[in-house]
């Protein structure tokens, strides 16, 4: 009979849980339809202020701060929630939530009903994200879950791009509403079938422990204290800085996507059909590249320095401002276009080094409720913020501006790179000063 010790030792070498990769097929697809519900709104801006009257500052609220306050602050509830019941109970019940609430913004006939239509996909969305991070983390083993985090962190990209192209093609060829309507069902679809088929993982049962005595019993973690675990990360250096960096990344990421296309039809001259084809398919290659890239090169270095999980997106940072200014002053739209794929490709390469050190750092029973704290700290800011100030600054400028208002909005997000680089390099230093854990 194999010694308890032995397998209790082998964390950091075990083979993925049964059937691992198709649960994380399947939470990737969930995951793009967040993202997705989350995004079509800036995508379907300009037939949505063309025919609801509404202006970049009330849709900079609308996919900004109303969103955000709904979906940052009840992440943390269903975060404690889901660290103590069945994970994926609440990421089905919230997809199917998140997905009604979606075509319900396709059936709004004026501004204050897409308002509440998009709070409640808000309050869906906060049971998505942070019970996936902890499932994925308990069925893949610790070498592992780098790659598996940025497999993972695809749906975003794949969510964005087939947003744009499906939404774009569905609006330019029958109308805006169909297009939150099919994908709300398409979403209900997707929950029932989260439900049926994901089973939920043994909580940190792959993590690496400590050798044991043979006869010694296995203990299980008990179910995490919320305002102990909230202190707990909250009063973590090393969590807040990674947290504070991850925000002001996101500041400027969901800024640009969140005005992205509408610039680029109202200010570069692009058409919905083109927004379709060549827009959608510079998001859909770069930030997945950039996304599966930041996974692999975590993997490959976290091993020799722990410093890397800041040194990732700090350099991607200061690399990406240049490309991003020329975004903005191109005279042209394929210019334009052109100049957004370097920071597309390395403006995501935040996510998954920041949710990995979150997922290592923690208890495996304070995983989701972390990984909620996380996710509340970085989009309120950043999700809450960056498309709230970016529409209202547009605004300000139409009086002088009128003709490029949202072109010299998005110059002012120039200073939000720098911040986000120096707090990632920040925390790069504090992880090159701890002793490194020992590689068995």
């Known amino acids: ?66 969103f955000a306050l709904f979906y940052c602050i009840l992440a943390i509830p269903v975060g404690w929630l889901a660290d103590r019941t069945n994970r994926v109970k609440v990421l089905a019940f919230s997809c199917g939530l998140w997905s009604a609430a979606t075509a319900a913004c396709g059936m709004a006939s004026s501004y ?65 509403r169909l297009a939150f309507i099919v994908l709300g069902v398409v979403g209900v679809v997707a929950a029932v079938f989260v439900y049926v088929v994901v089973k939920e993982p043994e909580r940190g049962g792959l993590d690496a422990r400590p050798a044991v005595a043979a006869n010694a019993p296995v203990q299980r973690a008990e179910p995490a204290r919320f305002w102990s675990t909230c202190r707990m990360f909250l009063t973590t250096p090393n969590l807040m800085i990674a947290a504070l960096g991850a925000a002001a990344n996101q500041f400027v990421t969901y800024a640009i996507m969140g005005f992205a296309t509408l610039f680029l039809m109202r200010e570069k001259g692009m058409t919905l059909q083109q ?124 009086g002088t501006s009128p003709g490029n208002s949202l072109q010299m909005a998005f110059y002012t997000l120039a200073p939000f790179f720098v911040l986000a680089s120096v707090l990632f390099l920040v925390l790069a230093h504090r992880l090159r000063r701890e002793r490194s854990p020992e590689v068995p």
């Open 112 to 176: 204050p009903q897409l308002v509440m239509a998009r709070m409640m996909v808000g309050v869906g969305e906060a049971g998505g994200v942070p019970p996936s991070y902890a499932i994925i983390t308990d069925y893949f083993p610790p070498h592992l879950r780098g790659r598996a985090l940025g497999l993972f962190n695809l749906g975003p990209a794949i969510g964005q791009s087939l947003g744009v192209a499906l939404g774009a093609w569905i609006a330019a060829a029958y109308d805006w």
């Open 275 to 398: 927004v379709a084809f060549f827009y959608a398919l510079v998001v859909g290659v770069t930030v997945c590249g950039g996304m599966y890239a930041s996974g692999r090169l975590l993997d490959a270095f976290k091993k020799r320095s722990r410093a890397v999980y800041g040194v990732l997106p700090g350099v991607a940072m200061i690399l990406a401002l240049p490309f991003f200014i020329g975004f903005v002053w191109a005279p042209t739209w394929q210019l334009s276009l052109l100049m957004l794929a370097p920071p597309m490709f390395l403006g995501f390469f935040y996510l998954t080094p920041c949710v990995a050190l979150v997922q290592e750092e923690v208890q495996p029973n304070q995983r989701v409720l972390s990984g909620a704290i996380l996710l509340l700290i970085m989009n309120l800011i950043g999700l809450g913020l960056g498309p709230t100030y970016l529409g209202h600054a547009s605004d300000a400028f139409s």
């Open 1 to 66: 009979m194999k010694d308890p010790s032995i397998a209790l030792q082998q964390g950091a070498h075990a083979a993925p849980r049964k059937g691992a990769w198709w649960v994380l097929g399947i939470l990737c697809f969930v995951y793009m339809l967040n993202f997705l519900d989350r995004q079509l709104l800036s995508i379907l801006a300009k037939p949505i202020q063309d025919e609801l009257g509404v202006s970049d500052g009330q849709l900079g609220l609308i996919g900004g701060l109303y």
